[in-house]
């Protein structure tokens, strides 16, 4: 086998590593916000979190990379897939208001098969069966984990599946733009439409924050800024479909925190399908790094 093909293998795990990361990551973020949005508006919350996002950004890369950004030739698709996540987050929130946690989380694990069926027609990626089998056991264990219940209001259903989809092509976008533009430089773009569009809004819905609001609103920015690097670089690494799969880790977490935070004790159910979506991901890594080990004997 060519050298060529064994790089491709050793960045695939590098991928997969780095985006099981910052996956985890995004699971304190998660938390933080929902923590958040109980006393602050929705539209605060995100401009606060991009803002620092963008300071920290800045901090590494300094003020010319905006100007470089404003005369890229992807700042096109920088503006779309910033665009996208806005609504995703703005979709995702606005329908926790109606929605139970249970059905959320099922429907918003629709993501990683949008991105597996997305990196198929768009990156014209080859996806095995192994990498189908993975991300449909993980959904199914989401399923089970979730138990969602019978009677479902249509508009929070609608804004779920469309922050799903639009975080599907959001990663999608990143395996494209990503070949010429760094994680650092996604970062500064998508958080900076946020910045500006939510900005606007800060004069009418503004609260002033207490102090345990300030401090989780910095640590909001700390870990969104840590996680969305390491998930960009999942995905400059890694094939699209071997990545998404991994995503499934954040439920996980999101139910270790929920015992942690608020002393929320999953049932027997969320244990079976925790068990499933760690068994998927972790069959994909022996697969990977079989292929990988393979490869590197020729």
């Given amino acids: 086998m060519s050298q060529e093909a064994k790089d491709l293998q050793t960045r695939t795990m590098a991928g997969i590593g780095y985006a099981l990361a910052g996956f985890s990551i995004f699971s304190i973020q998660d938390a933080t916000v929902k923590w958040l949005v109980t006393s602050l508006p929705v539209w605060e919350v995100l401009f606060s979190r991009s803002l ?24 096109n698709a920088l503006l779309i897939r910033s665009a996208l ?18 059905e959320m989380v099922t429907l918003y694990f629709s993501a990683p098969i949008f991105a597996v069926v997305l990196s198929i027609l768009v990156l014209k990626e080859t996806v095995g069966l192994v990498r189908w089998g993975a991300t449909l056991l993980g959904f199914v264990g989401v399923v089970i984990a979730a138990e969602p219940a019978g009677a479902i209001n249509l508009v929070p259903v609608i804004l779920v599946l469309v922050a799903a989809f639009c975080w599907a092509w959001t990663n999608i976008l990143v395996r494209l733009i990503s070949r010429k533009e760094s994680s650092l ?63 499934y880790i954040t439920l996980i977490w999101s139910f270790l925190w929920g015992f942690l935070i608020w002393g929320d004790w999953p049932p027997a159910a969320i244990f079976m399908g925790a068990g499933l979506i760690i068994f998927s991901g972790m069959a994909l890594i022996v697969v990977e790094g079989l292929k990988s080990r393979r490869l590197q004997r020729f």
Avoid at 52 to 75: D, F, K, Y
Avoid at 85 to 102: C, D, K, N
Avoid at 202 to 227: C, E, K, Q, R
């Fill in 52 to 75: 620092w996002i963008v300071i920290l950004c800045l901090s590494i890369t300094g003020p010319r990379r905006m100007v470089e950004l404003a005369q890229s030739s992807n700042r």
């Fill in 85 to 102: 996540i806005l609504v995703a987050w703005l979709a995702y929130f606005t329908a926790s208001r109606s929605l139970h946690l249970a």
């Fill in 185 to 247: 430089s996604l970062m500064l773009a998508s958080n900076g439409v946020v910045i500006l569009v939510c900005g606007v809004t800060l004069p009418f819905v503004w609260v002033t924050p207490d102090l345990n609001g300030m401090l989780l609103i910095l640590l909001l920015g700390v870990v969104g800024a840590s996680g969305q690097f390491l998930m960009f670089e999942g995905y400059r690494l890694a094939p699209a479909s071997a990545v998404a799969p991994f995503e």
